[in-house]
């Protein structure tokens, strides 16, 4: 009786697979011919002539009446994605204009700007953060008198309420003030930006 139980079990197991193997062969073979048949399907089912699909499919690949239909493209993505990584190639390289088409120079020589005057007034800060409550505003102004930068806290009235700004320094230049933000961005990892005092 057991003998025959698992002989039975064992036949509905190979019916159960053959039976699913048999689905998916013609779930396969019916998308085949679907994907080969699909313009007739369409052109059936919406009532249009076959000539009428035959030209649409001629204009829509660019073709005109007479002339053989160009073979589309060749897909190549997945090709392309196989092929190896490569440096971009190299920017043109800029020519220098021939002399016919240089614009002629002028004799007059053009005068760096003047260094700004040792006394002159402070225009620019770096300010590193904003709070909108002063202890923590005190507590970054601490740490960073503590390493020897010359720190104040602003306050200033906004829209949205007062809040405190944590500036550095004092410089009479924007590139005195930008090269300050750029140390500290990289020194203390702080989101440094130059502002007028």
Known sequence: MAARRQQT??????????????????????GMWTGLNWPVLVATVKGIPMKAVGAAD??????????????????????ELKAPLTAPPPAPKATRPSKATEPPRRDETVEADP???????????????AYNARPPAEALQAT?????????????????GVRYRVQVGAFPTRQAA????????????????VTTR
Request: glycine share 8%.
């Open 58 to 79: 001629s204009a829509r690949r660019g073709v005109e009446r007479g002339k053989p239909a160009e073979p589309l493209p060749a897909l190549t993505f997945y090709d």
């Open 144 to 160: 960073l008198a503590a390493v020897g930068h010359d720190v104040h806290v602003v306050e200033a009235a906004t829209p949205g």
């Open 178 to 193: 930008q090269d300050a933000a750029a140390k500290l961005s990289t020194d203390r990892a702080l989101q440094a930006f």
């Open 9 to 30: 079990s064992r036949t509905g197991t190979f019916l159960a697979l053959v039976g699913i193997a048999g689905v998916l062969a013609l779930t396969f073979m019916a």
């Open 115 to 129: 260094p700004p005057p040792v006394d002159a007034p402070a225009r620019f800060t770096v300010q590193v953060a």
